[in-house]
């Protein structure tokens, strides 16, 4: 069995880039469990399905037919055929992924989906519940932080950059939204994993908290 790196945090906490760059310097593969929840999300939605009815979410998950593959070193999903990406980052799937997310059977079958990956090989996962509940055995968990208007900051810029008319202030509240349901959801809450290193990004550049993440699981 390979490694699993849990990288957990809160959202625009540098997870995504970090652990790009983490899984690059190591040769691993890259997964991005937010992109499944948000999925589910987006499968339920183009089903006409209302995010907050859980059982219409259920149904629409269970009734879709979903295939995990490796392309460019990453793994990634197929639903009823089609590869969503761009579409995972829309505004309607970002506003209702935090519902979604806390329905206690999406997350069983997005964490049971996520424990199969190992079988792909050696692989760096970010997420909210990596190391708490993914893969809690795991000797490598990582929790990373920043200041909430750093967190909003990058995540403003990051949506400027790419075209989505948005203002700061409202980012700053979706971002504190959906911090709130994520830490005070029942099931699986964000929360520091047990002998997870915590690592504080504000004053950090990309490449400090990727080399700090990698010479500690090289044990350097
Ligand atoms: O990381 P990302 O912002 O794409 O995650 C989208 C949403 O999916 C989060 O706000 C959270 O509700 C949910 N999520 C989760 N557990 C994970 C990853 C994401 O609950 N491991």
Known sequence: MGKAIAIDG???????????????E?????????????????QAIRKGVDATDAAAVLDAMHAADWDF?????AAIFSVDGDVPVQELREKDV???VAHVAAIPEVRKFVVESLQ????FGSLVMEGRDIGTVVFPD????????????ERAMRRYRELVAAGEDEKAHEVMDSLKKRDKIDSTRKTDP???APGAQVIDSTLMTLEEVIQT???????E
């Not at 190591?26 to 589910?40: E, P, T, W």
């Open 10 to 24: 809160p959202s625009a906490s540098g997870k995504s880039s970090v652990s790009k760059g983490v899984a690059a």
């Open 26 to 42: 190591l040769g691993f593969m890259y997964v991005d469990s937010g992109a499944l929840y948000r999925g589910v999300t987006w």
């Open 69 to 73: 593959f490796v392309q460019d070193g």
């Open 94 to 96: 970002r506003e209702s």
């Open 116 to 119: 199969s990956l190992e079988n």
């Open 138 to 149: 795991s000797p490598y968990k990582f929790y990373l932080d920043a200041d909430p208007e």
């Open 190 to 192: 964000l929360v520091v």
């Open 213 to 219: 993440v990698v010479d500690s699981v090289r044990g």
